[in-house]
């Protein structure tokens, strides 16, 4: 069964930083695209990054300049560097992974999700 956990959430202050992990375990043969996705209270989850297999990435407008996203092939992670956050960075991020499972048919996973607050 294939699981991503994230970590790294937390309480920051504004212009503060934080550095959000994702780790793929199971049985699958190869993980595609890899991304995270965030969700304030009240709106619709968003696209923050994501990835590809090869490292070109994309990013929201509303980060760029301010977030990276990163990936180790080798430890099927995905990481969220973040820095300078503002309270509008106030989110439950998310993480996911286009990936083909053993035994089933290719399919986009989801992490649990991990509150990351920014407040002073």
């Known amino acids: 069964q294939v699981q991503l956990v994230e970590s790294g959430g ?7 930083s934080l550095r959000l992990s994702c780790a793929v375990s199971g049985r699958f043969y190869r993980i595609n695209d890899m991304g995270w996705y965030r969700q304030a209270p009240g709106k619709q989850r968003e696209l923050v990054a994501d990835i590809t297999s090869g490292g ?7 980060v760029k300049g301010r977030f990276t996203i990163s990936r180790e092939n080798a430890r099927y992670t995905v990481y969220l ?7 509008e960075d ?10 083909l499972p053993v035994g089933g048919a290719r399919n986009v996973y989801w992490g649990q999700g991990t509150q990351v607050t920014v407040s002073s």
């Open 56 to 62: 070109s990435a994309n990013y929201a407008d509303s």
């Open 81 to 87: 560097q973040m820095n300078n956050l503002t309270p």
């Open 90 to 99: 106030t989110a439950v991020y998310y993480c996911n992974a286009d990936l």
């Open 10 to 16: 937390g309480l920051v202050q504004p212009g503060g």
